[in-house]
């Protein structure tokens, strides 16, 4: 029998509001649901990392925006607020919406941005949503898997739209499709519902994992009765038949023609830190651009004349578009000296594996401790650091 959770202290995932004191600094957390930042709001980040902060913008695994070593945590909150990426004080750690990164411009069953910005709105209005932990996760995959397979606590994965754009969607908590909705307003009301229940079964949880058998049974049991019999059954794999080149491109880096014939770029930045002034030349770019949880940068919608200017220009600054490049499989935490916990300078020493190891044959992350910021949702080759200065390789 699952042992309950215990959570004896508050969650301390930061937001922009409530920034996580760390040992370089206070550090704040962007939310942006599926990833998707507009180029001005890039421009004001870049902005305040660089006058408040190191001067560089963390991608995250959740396809979020940190910002470290910040001095003026009330000046980077209002920078913020300006750009229109946190417009709610209360809600702002709940915004976690996990999107297909490709959806809308590269196969897929269907759009499902409409969705992430219908339930992102309800989030924010649902009074209840103020209890959620700043670790539930929400998910919205078009049909092609890759969102279902990083396990949210509920996840919606299309199933068919018609021509209308009416959408059917299986929903899966913690990984099983429970059951099925149809339309907008139906599957957002469905995943809200969902965490309501959660919280209302167990209000002390952060995530559906830390329940209890019974909780978890007493849970599928109120979703099931809510929903019509999945689509795809159990199993949360693609739909089948797919359309067209259905599968994202692992890593996602590299030119890719959308569906309407314009380019997506995707690249990658070393230890996953994007320098403000690099930022400033991509927001300049004027295109949509998005972060994925595997912390690439997709800049979206190009002619082929300006993706061909665009990786001219921003390659040389340090803006990787090459898929064999070992920054496209290997990631890693702050380690020392910018975090307390940390027991190796982590950064440093994987700098020095790249540079000197041995090739990148597997997707790696590096850690400082046992907690394992920031390590992926799928498999991976962790290799965590010791007390003695060495390091130990676990795969997960």
């Not at 902060?53 to 925006?65: P, S």
């Not at 009765?225 to 994202?248: F, I, Y």
Request: some cysteine; aromatic content about 4%.
């Amino acid at each position: 029998m699952t042992e309950p959770v215990r959570r004896d202290a508050t969650d301390r995932c930061p937001g922009v509001f409530s920034t996580h004191a760390a040992a370089d600094g206070a550090v704040a957390r962007v939310r942006l649901p599926g990833g998707r930042i507009r180029p001005d709001q890039l421009e004001l980040l870049a902005q305040a990392a660089t006058e408040h902060g190191d001067g560089y913008l963390e991608l995250t695994a959740r396809a979020n925006l940190q910002l470290r070593g910040l001095t003026d945590v009330d000046a980077v909150a209002d920078a913020v607020v300006e750009a229109g990426l946190a417009p709610s004080s209360t809600h702002d750690k709940v915004r976690n919406i996990e999107v297909s990164a490709l959806t809308g411009r590269i196969g897929g069953i269907a759009d499902v941005r409409p969705l992430a910005d219908l339930l992102d709105d309800r989030l924010q209005a649902a009074d209840v949503s103020v209890s959620l932990s700043g670790r539930f996760l929400f998910g919205l995959d078009d049909g092609r898997g890759d969102i279902a397979r990083r396990e949210p606590d509920v996840c919606a994965i299309a199933r068919s739209a018609d021509v209308s754009g009416e959408i059917v969607v299986d929903v899966l908590v913690g990984g099983t499709a429970l059951g099925s909705a149809r339309g907008d307003d139906a599957v957002t009301a469905e995943l809200l519902a969902v965490a309501t229940d959660m919280i209302d079964i167990c209000p002390g949880a952060w995530r559906v994992t830390d329940l209890t058998d019974a909780q978890r049974t007493e849970l599928d049991g109120r979703v099931r009765a809510r929903l019509a019999p999945a689509v795809g059954g159990p199993d949360p794999q693609p739909a089948d038949p797919q359309p067209a080149d259905p599968q994202p491109a692992d890593p996602i880096v590299g030119w890719f023609d959308q569906d309407d014939g314009r380019v997506l770029l995707g690249a990658v930045v070393e230890l996953g830190r994007l320098p403000a002034r690099l930022a400033q030349f991509v927001a300049a770019v004027q295109a949509p651009i998005v972060v994925t949880p595997d912390r690439e940068i997709l800049i979206c919608d190009l002619d082929e004349g300006v993706a061909e200017t665009v990786v001219r220009v921003l390659a040389p600054m340090g803006l990787i578009f090459d898929a064999a490049s070992p920054w496209a499989a290997v990631s890693c935490c702050v380690g020392a000296p910018g975090c307390a916990k940390s027991l190796a300078p982590v950064r440093d020493d994987l700098l020095v594996r790249i540079r000197d190891g041995e090739p990148v044959t597997e997707r790696e992350h590096w850690v400082g401790c046992g907690r394992r910021c920031g390590s992926p949702s799928g498999p991976h080759r962790s290799v965590e650091a010791t007390p003695d200065g060495g390091y130990v390789t676990h795969r997960r």
